[in-house]
């Protein structure tokens, strides 16, 4: 089966500098890579995704980029913010009403 | 707007109850999906549903099981709670496989604790 490993587990910065948070897949028939956002006492909410046909997806501060022959697919927060302190899930799967295989997640503390 | 929800935000239980964990969702999604998160370890498959009465083991299915008996409605049964089922469920519901959209929707969760 697939598996997702993700780095780092923890990642602190100063507010306003960049983030980045990386992750590597396995089984190359994976073509959804999604990134979840889970803010403490809630429910992860999907941020960004990108498919396999694109190497790279931007919306407002954060980017997802994709690299298929490497396989492995990164997540960039710019301008950071307080309110980007959260618990960051990455996943891989095989497309619509597939199983997510999520990395481990990581920890993002921001410091105002 | 899209809702998932679970029928009980806390729980406490005894070794060897037999839990009940419901999970509604109101947006006719014909997936299903039940995850524990553990700390280090992420969002871990237990059991997910293409369809009523469908099930298929996920990553981590050992001492559980589900049941769909309507399309809105997933259940996850613990036979016989034990204290290393102790965890945060979560479930989740996406629609079909030939839908433009892959995004799963997560319910707030379930902290179960077996004492």
């Known amino acids: 089966g697939e598996n997702v490993e993700q780095h780092p587990s923890t990642l602190s910065v100063q507010e306003g500098d960049s983030a980045v948070i990386k992750c590597t897949y396995s089984?190359?028939?994976?073509?959804?890579f999604p990134w979840y956002k889970q803010e403490l006492g809630k429910r992860p909410q999907l941020i960004i995704d990108i498919r396999s046909n694109v190497g790279e997806k931007k919306d407002q501060r954060i980017a997802v980029t994709l690299n298929k022959t490497a396989k492995h697919f990164s997540l960039h927060i710019t301008e950071t913010q307080p309110e980007d302190s959260a618990v960051y899930f990455c996943a891989a799967s095989g497309g619509a009403g597939n199983q997510f295989y999520f990395g481990t997640g990581t920890s993002l503390t921001v410091i105002p | 707007d899209v809702k998932v929800t679970q029928s009980s935000r806390y729980l406490v239980k005894r070794t060897g109850e037999k839990v009940f964990l419901e999970c509604v969702q109101d947006?006719?999604?014909?997936?299903m999906f039940w995850y524990r998160q553990d700390p280090g370890l992420g969002l871990r498959l237990i059991y997910f549903?293409?369809?009523?009465?469908?099930?298929e083991k996920g990553d981590i299915p050992e001492g559980y099981s589900v049941s769909r008996e309507k399309k809105e409605r997933f259940s996850l049964i613990l036979e016989s709670a034990s204290t290393n089922q102790t965890s945060m469920y979560l479930c989740?519901?996406?629609?079909?496989?030939?839908?433009?959209?892959?995004?799963?929707?997560f319910g707030p969760g379930t902290r179960l604790t077996v004492t």
């Open positions: 089984d190359s028939a994976s073509n959804y």
């Open positions: 549903s293409y369809d009523v009465k469908m099930k």
């Open positions: 947006m006719d999604h014909e997936n």
């Open positions: 989740a519901s996406s629609l079909d496989g030939g839908s433009s959209s892959y995004e799963q929707y």
